[in-house]
């Protein structure tokens, strides 16, 4: 009884964020999703699905699957430029190198994103850094920015340390001996990354994987300055619905199915990442 | 040829710290071969060059005739039992058996029925499904033991595989595993700190100490002529005595410590007359039931006594030397502290040692 009562005391504070920053406001956002626009931009409390039916209409879907390509695409990279790091950092390197190359992996998170991604237009953009390079070789200029390989590269470059971590906890955690047994027992090294290493690391490569493909779900950040607006992703299209096109209702309603496919995914993986917890 | 291993003065270093200095040691196969010493002298560092973990700064490494430089583990015909079994926690214990197999590409029904056969030499026959969280200590040791002779090695490397359980268990297993090398036949490289664990199983003990090996012998001559003080610190002879050799004649030698205890010691030609001279004397063959049957009869005081159970140690002075004396329990009486006693053993139990 008595240590029951102190879970609870200890849960409250998180609870109560929970409820005062995630319960709350998605709980406004379901409710305006289910008003109507006034024409200056503000909400009319009278109910109506509509929101929800211009939500599923081709082009928003198209956009909501463009996103989930990005997103996917975003954790694939992100897993295989991720994980050869993660692998040296917890296996091969020296431990004297070992902290200062994880601060290398963290130190980008000391500045904004924002001006991390500023930092990139400047690399990639037709006067940028890269095409400077290849004009002083008497290259012609690439089309680096304002496209979807620009957005891709943003995404991927923000999003990799969160890939990194998680990978680098469970390979640094694996038991070497393990590795030596394998080898032992005739396993080449190829056979032994497939059948040991990575089925072992599996919920290392769950957690990062989903702390990648979440936030990129959403991301608009990335898209916005490297895709140059052109390119439509439904974080931008749900961050223009509030800022710009002041169509809260509309916004709401692509933003709260955005929040129940992230449900459904979680759901749809929850056993390999119970695993993960478990690890 | 299958099975010998042949270790040619090979050296190992890590830094500055020398693991291995140019050891050479023969292997016979088929043999049981028990590498004994504290932690730090190299036992485990001469079996991992073996299974090919480490490489040797200098020297031949030979097994099975052939020279292994350059081979990577897995293509050894050694296969290693670890100390903390190192079994995949993503496998079952029949997944864990068949590692091996499936890496040497065997199919289903051949690597079904082998695991089946090497899980019945283990006493594991319809265990294969658990998964290895499972299984307690001894089981997971049975699961490493067929994981690896599965395989049938030339020969098989055991690396301390049972500083992990508990003393009952781990007396078991010892009779098991030296029941399963002598069925299968195989050359068996064992490593232990643990000289008890070594005189049940090994046919021949290599004592090793600061990467060297001290003395390489028959088991049972091992225990009855330990050569330096090393070995017989380590084989628990615990009277060692500095005297000098006073005289030599007639297949004996007069001892005499510095503060004057005399007593006499069967000659293996290396006593020196007037040299300084280290031997050992075994606690069980010195006796103070005042039977006379020894050659050295030493008057004596009870200092202390300790009391083990199944025998008890007594600690007798005599002269400027501590000697302890070990009673069974059939043979011990009631004696008080400070009581005379006279000390009896055969210049035969005084063992010759070379300071190492």
Same mark, same amino acid.
């Given at each position: 009884m008595r240590a029951r009562r102190q879970a609870v005391l200890l849960l409250l504070p998180c609870l109560a964020v929970l409820a005062g920053l995630f319960l709350l406001p998605q709980t406004l956002m379901l409710a305006a999703s289910l008003w109507q626009r006034s024409p200056y931009g503000g909400l009319v409390r009278e109910w109506t699905l509509a929101n929800y039916a211009r939500a599923v209409e081709p082009l928003y879907v198209w956009i909501l699957l463009r996103s989930f390509w990005l997103a996917f695409l975003t954790t694939l990279l992100c897993l295989v430029a991720g994980w050869p790091v993660a692998y040296w950092l917890g296996l091969r390197v020296s431990p004297r190198f070992k902290n200062a190359l994880l601060v290398l992996v963290i130190l980008p998170f000391w500045t904004s994103f924002l001006v991390r991604l500023y930092a990139w237009i400047f690399l990639l953009r037709q006067e940028g850094l890269v095409n400077l390079g290849l004009g002083a070789l008497g290259l012609p200029p690439l089309p680096l920015l304002y496209n979807d390989f620009a957005v891709m590269l943003g995404q991927v470059y923000g999003e990799l340390p969160f890939m990194i971590l998680p990978l680098y906890a469970s390979i640094e955690k694996l038991d070497r001996s393990l590795l030596e047994a394998a080898a032992d027992l005739g396993a080449t090294p190829t056979r032994r990354l497939w059948r040991v290493t990575l089925p072992l690391t599996a919920p290392g490569m769950a957690a990062g994987c989903l702390l990648v493909f979440i936030p990129s779900l959403g991301a608009f950040l990335a898209p916005d300055l490297l895709g140059g607006g052109r390119t439509a992703y439904v974080g931008n299209l749900v961050q223009s619905q509030f800022a710009v096109a002041r169509d809260m209702p509309f916004g709401a309603a692509v933003s709260f199915l955005l929040t129940l496919a992230v449900f459904a995914l979680l759901w749809l993986f929850r056993r390999p990442l119970r695993a993960a917890s478990e690890a | 040829m299958r099975g010998a291993v042949s270790i040619e003065s090979v050296r190992k270093t890590y830094g500055d710290v020398?693991? %291995?200095?140019?050891v050479s040691l023969e292997v016979r196969p088929g043999e049981f071969l028990t590498l004994l010493g504290p932690s730090g002298c190299g036992k485990t560092t001469l079996l991992r060059l073996l299974a090919g973990f480490e490489t040797p700064d200098e020297g031949r490494l030979l097994i099975s005739g052939k020279d292994?430089?350059?081979?990577?583990p897995y293509e050894r015909p050694v296969n290693t039992v670890f100390q903390h079994y190192a079994l995949f926690p993503h496998r079952t214990v029949a997944g864990n058996v068949a590692f091996g197999l499936e890496a040497r590409g065997l199919t289903g029904a051949s690597i079904a029925e082998k695991v089946a056969r090497a899980l019945e030499t283990v006493r594991l026959?319809?265990?294969?499904?658990?998964?290895?969280?499972? %299984?307690s200590g001894g089981q997971k040791q049975r699961v490493a033991l067929a994981r690896a002779v599965v395989l049938e090695p030339d020969v098989l490397l055991l690396d301390e595989p049972m500083a992990a359980l508990d003393p009952k268990l781990r007396k078991e297993m010892q009779v098991e595993v030296k029941n399963l090398q002598e069925r299968l036949g195989t050359t068996f490289l064992f490593v232990t700190h643990d000289q008890e664990e070594a005189l049940v199983m090994a046919d021949r003990i290599a004592v090793m100490s600061h990467g060297r090996i001290e003395q390489l012998e028959r088991t049972e001559a091992l225990y009855e002529r330990p050569r330096t003080r090393f070995v017989a610190d380590f084989l628990g002879v615990r009277n060692l005595v500095e005297a000098t050799a006073a005289g030599v004649e007639g297949g004996l030698a007069t001892l005499r410590t510095a503060g004057g205890l005399v007593f006499r010691a069967a000659d293996d030609g290396g006593y020196r007359e007037g040299a300084a001279v280290l031997v050992g004397i075994r606690s069980?063959?010195?006796?103070?039931?005042?039977?006379?049957?020894?050659d050295n009869t030493l008057p004596g005081t009870l200092d202390d006594e300790i009391y083990l159970g199944d025998r008890t140690d007594w600690r007798v002075r005599a002269g400027d030397v501590v000697f302890t004396v070990a009673e069974t329990a059939a043979q011990v009486r009631n004696r008080r502290r400070g009581e005379p006693v006279m000390l009896s053993f055969p210049a035969a139990a005084v063992l010759r040692l070379e300071e190492s």
């Open positions: - | 020398v693991a %291995l200095d140019r292994v430089a350059g081979r990577p026959a319809g265990l294969g499904d658990r998964r290895i969280d499972q %299984l069980e063959r010195v006796r103070m039931d005042g039977a006379r049957d020894g």
